[in-house]
């Protein structure tokens, strides 16, 4: 901004001299006033870019009456101003694979077969030794191919051609049976001496924890290790408000991410290793003010204004006792399991934030 | 033997002669003691040490008809001989109707690829116009107390802290595994000193 601009807005606010509105609205035509600003956005609340919250209860933008309200720059705010805590729990497991994925990836194992030159037992094994001996049965019982996951399959014989597996077959089914195939053939069979093994002294190798746990088969939906290759989120129970995220006033000397901070040690407890993503709101719910009926300049209700920050929980668990917010219970839910839970319109604010999975 | 003469001479001509048969066939200069050859033995041209270094004895030929003892060089040398081209299968050939299969597979595989690609770049931009609302909502918003409008969407714009040394605890660069640890989630874990 130049000096003479700054000059012309200090001279033309002392010249109207109104103490009702500020110098620079003064200073702008009535009609397009601050086209860009507050009042002309909220008009424009209906626009197709909120098109998934219209059908909310809580903070549907009324089309009847637009919230075009001139009011000054300095009125008493309509709005109490919430923040709250999207805290999620990132999955820890990768996703399952489409089943076309691991018919693919089984398709363009057996073309590289063709490709490429033949395993040389020979080189990997010394002739002779325990380590052959073994791998000559594992070798054997999977007639002759050296890899475990492409079926019984021979590139360089007769029915080379035929490296296709055909519809139905169980083998690309599934990613479990090739896991399945390396932890057997992880056991030793032949013992020292050059001696095969009976299958009952076979020493087990350790079997890796299943992906389904125990909260799993339980449906325990406050534990944490509980869908895990999914994101959780966690709700709470707030009287007869209902499911929530947790969420509270921001106090006058407070920003959002420390109100945020702050309630989730009031209301989940502090034994939880959790990190706020940034300062930045993901998602917001308004809710409006009602005006009297005889008077619809006058606030019957405020609205209400929450805006969520995103975190993450490393570890621990929340724990409700001596919160300060009234709160009852909670949830670790999934995003399906919220949609269930939450209000619509609240849930459909919310939903702008979660991952696909 | 005249058959390989007969070759030589023509390249003879086309190019400079070798330096042995220059050597045969020029007499020996007078000045011969002011050759350069006594410098170039006291700086060797090869810097390898002297063990694998090549003996200008013996020659190449010599060399490789020595018989390698090393069973573990045998034994790689006639495991690796099938890396060779020659033992290499060739290029995958296929008749009409399985390479249209193949065709078809490979579409498929790009199909799906691509709805992928575009579910996730549709996630990114609901994600962000979430962010987007949020913020144009904020900024139009007074408060807290007697804050003017857009107080908070500034400072939420700050980036003081977000980056640089412990902006993203070390726990969160946790990857994503096949299957979970023995213990899934620590439910019990405790903070030692208050937050």
Sequence with gaps: MTASSRGGRAVSALLKGSPSICSQCARLP?????????????????????????????????????????????????????????????????????????AFFLYQKRLEERLSAPFRKGFYFRHDTPAELDWRIKVRERHGVAGRDIGRYNPRGRMGWNDEV???????????????????????RVSEDGEEIPKEDRIKVERPAPRRTESDEKNDVRKLDRALDRTLYLVVRKGEAG??????????????????????????????????????????????PVFKQDNPAQIEKKGEKVFFLKGRIMAGQADLTDNKHGLTDFKWLTREELQDVLPRGYYSQARLMMAER | ??????????????????????????????????????????????TSPAPSARNPQRGGKNRSKQPQTDPKIISMKKHLSLLSPRHI????????????????VHRAWQLF????????????????????????????????????????????????GVYGHNGVPIEYARMQTETPAREAWNHGWKRTSAP
């Design chain 1, 30 to 102: 009535p009609l397009q006033q601050r086209l860009y600003s507050a009042a002309t956005a909220a008009a424009s609340d209906a626009s197709p870019i909120q098109a998934p919250i219209s059908g909310g209860d809580l903070q549907t933008p009324d089309l009847t009456t637009p919230p075009v309200m001139h009011y000054p720059q300095h009125a008493p705010s309509q709005y109490s101003i919430k923040s709250g805590l999207i805290l999620t729990r990132p999955p820890l497991l990768t996703r399952t694979l489409h089943p076309f994925e691991t």
């Design chain 1, 166 to 188: 055909l519809v139905g077959s169980p083998l690309g089914a599934s990613e479990e049976a090739v896991k399945e195939r390396i932890l057997t053939d992880a056991e030793m």
């Design chain 1, 243 to 288: 499911w929530q995220f947790p969420s509270g006033d921001v106090l006058t000397s407070e920003n959002l991410h420390e109100t945020a901070a702050r309630i989730l040690a009031e209301s989940a407890g502090v034994n939880m290793n959790t990190w706020i993503v940034g300062r930045v709101p993901v998602a917001h719910v308004v809710t409006k």
């Design chain 2, 1 to 46: 033997m005249a058959s390989t003469f007969s070759l030589r001479a023509p390249l003879q001509r086309l190019f400079q002669t070798p330096a042995s048969i220059r050597s045969i066939l020029t007499p020996p200069s007078p000045f011969a003691t002011t050759t350069p050859a006594p410098r170039l033995a006291a700086a060797p041209f090869s």
């Design chain 2, 89 to 104: 299968p060739p290029p995958l050939r296929m008749a009409r109707n399985r390479h249209l299969r193949h065709w078809t």
């Design chain 2, 113 to 160: 690829r691509r709805g992928q690609r575009e579910a996730r770049d549709r996630e990114l931009m609901r994600m962000h116009q979430g962010m987007y609302l949020a913020c144009e909502e904020l900024r139009q918003t007074e408060g807290p107390g007697t804050r003017e409008e857009g107080y908070l969407y500034r400072v939420a714009m700050e980036k003081k």
